[in-house]
């Protein structure tokens, strides 16, 4: 190639005719010779020209008056930071299901207490909804993240013990029954979440949990039996098993920060 594009290249550039070998070359050339660019925006038909200038102007007034700042949200990063919107649905839910369970407490006192059965299972479905794939839009964005890991899911936990714990209080209070009873156990199956998470995922962790659980103290509480099916609650729910369920979530808890370095990786994703 001489100094220059010569004519005909540049005209056959321009309307996107050249073979490949001369594209590269002429493009080579293009981005150190500023009189051959000029050459080529006069080759360029009107309407392109026109839509040059256009954009030409727009980049020069912007780079004049520069970017605007962005006005702070405090309360907006902080909820980002430490839940999701996609977890308003799920309380919603998990409130209504609550309140079910309430009022089966009030109707049915013969059979053993839907809230403390609930109680364990509540917050595994806001774990489920928090760290899946398909129920948060912007979960490829997060996973990303420096923060993706133990940290996130730690504090999208507690934004989900936060919103669950109050509404069990109040169905507690309003059923008689003693907090550490629904508190406990709930803590433990939280852990054994997260646990089993960093193997599997969280959400399918908290469906085989979940649903495993619901799944037996359904079968029991609807035998024919009230009195055997009050027995075998109590055996499970009551004051003098609760050391034990506070030790299953201490362990639990050690072993999941154990295995920290799983959760840092996008698997937790479902």
Do not use: K
Not at 49 to 60: K, W
Not at 90 to 104: D, H, K, N, Q, S
Not at 207 to 222: E, I
Not at 224 to 248: F, I, K
Request: aromatic fraction near 6%; proline fraction near 8%.
């Amino acid at each position: 190639m001489t100094t220059h594009v010569p004519p005909p290249a540049l005209a056959a550039y321009a309307a996107g005719s050249p073979d490949d070998a001369a594209t590269w070359t002429v493009e080579v050339h293009l981005e150190g010779c500023a009189e051959c660019r000029d050459r080529l925006g006069e080759l360029a038909a009107p309407p392109l020209r026109g839509l040059l200038g256009d954009a030409r102007e727009a980049i020069l007034q912007q780079a004049r008056t520069g970017p605007q700042p962005v006005r702070r949200r405090p309360l907006r990063r902080w909820w980002l930071r430490w839940t999701d919107w996609s977890l308003a649905a799920w309380a919603a839910m998990t409130c209504t299901v609550i309140l079910a369970a309430v009022l089966l407490d009030r109707n049915y006192p013969d059979r053993p207490s839907a809230v403390l059965l609930l109680a364990p299972v509540a917050p595994l479905a806001g774990l489920a909804v928090a760290w899946s794939r398909r129920a948060n839009p912007n979960w490829e964005v997060i996973a990303g993240t420096a923060r993706a890991g133990l940290e996130l899911l730690l504090r999208r936990t507690l934004a989900v013990l936060l919103l669950v714990a109050p509404v069990l209080a109040v169905a507690g209070l309003a059923v008689g029954r003693n907090p550490a009873l629904w508190l406990l156990p709930c803590l433990t199956f939280t852990a054994a979440t997260l646990l089993v998470g960093s193997r599997v995922g969280v959400p399918l962790a908290a469906a085989v949990l979940g649903g495993g659980w619901l799944a037996a103290v359904t079968a029991v509480s609807f035998t024919g039996d009230a009195a055997r099916a009050a027995a075998v609650t109590e055996t499970l729910l009551r004051p003098a098993t609760m050391p034990a369920w506070a030790a299953a979530a201490v362990v639990l808890t050690v072993l999941t920060a154990l295995r920290a370095e799983h959760l840092r990786r996008p698997a937790g994703w479902r």
